[in-house]
């Protein structure tokens, strides 16, 4: 984790106010459902909520003391009141959730509740699913469920609606790019092109930062747009994309032309993606019709199309032909 930006994220501060509400009225519910998209720290933010419950002495913002018996065994992963189960080769079977109830049941050790934290629980089983709803209905008196999921709409409406739902919300393009900025310095046109990449997740745009992953997403659209600008070679290119992986490819090209879609129906700022290269494709964009446009992005979904029901199929013929097609566009 950074020493800089810490739980909650600013994006969260907002449900942790709410979870110490409870905590500070002692009313803890018996079921809490964390979700939101993937990408927003749900799981760093139950950690730590989990250990600021379970400290001893926590400070007035409800921040864990880190030295307390209780943070100790935190630290060290064996705390006697918390148990965490998550999905191994995406299931949770239901042997698994049952014996989660049977310890929740018990009386806790050395904190007011025992904790039982499900990650991803989406994952489980029908039977576990049931399961774990016929617990819900008649809760342990000392037992605390955490559910962590990035896919809530996955999961029982009947287990959904016996949790307290924390819903997580991306925060804005503008607020993230602010963030990730001046906590990690990252450049505010890398942080924006990063973010919408992400689909406004914060956590998810810093990873791709961190990684590398955004510089390689920009080398490979800057390459494909001199290849359709006719300063690269085309069938490089594609040799190059499929190498990559050609669903990876077929993304570039269907951000791209999306982007040309915004600046044809005269839309300039905020929707466009790659902002580094706004010069190019407006240039782009000034040749283009409407019309254009919509048979390239159809030309593009029957490839998508034939990839989804064929994986593993050569598209090399059809990517060659959409890119020529996308050329001749700009020619006439
Ligand atoms: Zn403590």
Redesign the pocket.
Known sequence: MSHTAHVPYFWQTELWQRCHSWQQQQRLPHALLLSGPAGLAKQVFAKHLI?SW?????NATCE?????????W?QQENHPDVCLIQATEATIPIAKVRELEAWLSLKPQHSVKRIGLILQPQYMTRSASHALLKTLEAPPAHGLFILVSDAKPLLLPTVRSRCVNLDFVCPTIAHSVNWLNSQYQYLPSDCEMALKYAYGAPMRAKQDLDSGHMKQVAQCIGELLSAIEGKKSLPKLIEQFIKLSAQSGLYYIYDCLKDLAWLVIGQTQAPVMHRHKLHTLQHMAHSLSGAQIVALLDQWHQLQYELLEFPGKNITLGLESLLLNWQAALKR
């Open positions: 250990q379970i400290c001893e002495q926590p864990p003391c880190q030295q307390c018996r209780s943070c100790g935190w």
